[in-house]
């Protein structure tokens, strides 16, 4: 009788073991950081190019060099191609505004077009101001798309 009690004890023990064992090893986790992003595409002009992925919401802060600047995470509402030998035209976002601005050479006419691919180019119906060699117009944040380019 004792041979089978300790042979009870034992099966039990066992299986006790193997309970704590499997408990253990079904324990949930927990992923608290996690990134949903797919898509993308590459940008070109002149001789510039860049490619990327959409969907980056916790890319950090602008990376700058020189005269570039990049900035990752979503595709930007605001994008420059810049053409090599003529004035610089920045376009940055200032809370609910966008601010477009460019060398005040004199020479140089600023259009829009809300079609990049074809429709024809206005000149901008935004009041300019020239300060300090630097012409800018500052307008509301568009709900499509606004092109710009100097035209001289």
């Not at 980056?56 to 005269?67: E, N, R």
């Not at 994008?79 to 976002?93: D, E, K, R, W, Y």
């Not at 609910?96 to 006419?109: A, E, H, M």
């Not at 206005?122 to 300019?128: G, H």
Request: hydrophobic share 35%.
């Amino acid at each position: 009788m004792k041979t089978l009690a300790r042979m009870n004890i034992g099966r039990w023990s066992a299986a006790l073991l193997l309970g704590i064992a499997w408990m253990a090893h079904a324990q949930s986790y927990s992923i608290d950081w996690y990134k949903i992003a797919g898509g993308g595409g590459t940008s070109t002009g002149g001789t510039y190019q860049v490619s990327g992925t959409i969907g980056q919401h916790d890319a950090g802060g602008p990376l700058t060099g020189g005269s570039y600047s990049l900035t990752g995470g979503f595709w930007s509402l605001i994008s420059v191609v810049q053409t090599a030998g003529l004035p610089n035209l920045t376009i940055t976002h200032a809370g609910n505004s966008i601010i477009v601005l460019w060398p005040d050479t004199g020479s140089y006419t600023l259009q829009q077009n809300s079609n990049l691919a074809g429709g024809s180019w206005t000149s901008s119906v935004y009041t300019i101001t020239a300060t300090n060699g630097t012409s800018s117009i500052t307008l509301p944040s568009p709900a499509g798309n606004l092109f710009f380019r100097l035209k001289q």
